[in-house]
């Protein structure tokens, strides 16, 4: 019996930011907000993370109530821990602190054990005139395709 892989994107990041390096991370959740991630009710808009006493802290992830959940549900918008080893915390702690780099959540994977995982990455914002490159090799690129097509 093989168990499926689940991924939920942040489509956002990836047109509004270029990635440095990423990073896959543990995450503290509560056992109605694996069951509302297992259904896909999870949104990254306006996510990010900051360093709180020497640990990294997810903020702005939307996990909505667990459906069936009682009154031991869930807060959706509540901030939670990430697990990474030492190491991986000071070097993204020591980046952070230069000018013009962020952390921010790209996706959440479920993998087959039913562990939720984030994948972060160490990112800088886009540029305008980065952005339109973008978007014209995209078009190109389908473009390309559709003619190879035939």
């Given amino acids: 019996m093989s168990a499926k892989i689940s991924t939920f ?8 930011y270029e990635f ?3 990073f896959i991370a543990g995450i503290v959740l509560l056992g109605t907000e694996i069951k509302s991630i297992r259904d896909g009710k999870i949104n990254f808009t306006d996510s990010y993370c900051v360093f709180r006493n020497g ?12 459906i069936l959940g009682t009154c031991n549900n869930h807060e959706a918008r509540r ?5 990474l080893n030492r190491r991986e915390l000071n070097k993204l ?16 994977i479920l ?16 540029k305008l005139h980065d952005k339109r490159e973008d978007l014209k090799a995209k ?11 035939f």
């Fill in 9 to 16: 994107k942040n489509k956002k990041a990836y047109y509004q």
């Fill in 20 to 22: 440095i390096e990423k």
């Fill in 55 to 66: 640990e990294l802290w997810v903020t702005g992830i939307h996990i909505a109530e667990y």
């Fill in 79 to 83: 901030d939670r821990k990430l697990l």
């Fill in 93 to 108: 702690q020591k980046k952070v602190s230069e000018k013009g780099f962020t952390i921010i959540p790209i996706s959440m």
């Fill in 111 to 126: 993998n087959e054990k039913g562990l939720a995982k984030l994948e972060i990455a160490l990112a800088r914002g886009k």
């Fill in 139 to 149: 078009d190109s690129k389908r473009d390309m395709d559709r003619y190879n097509k």
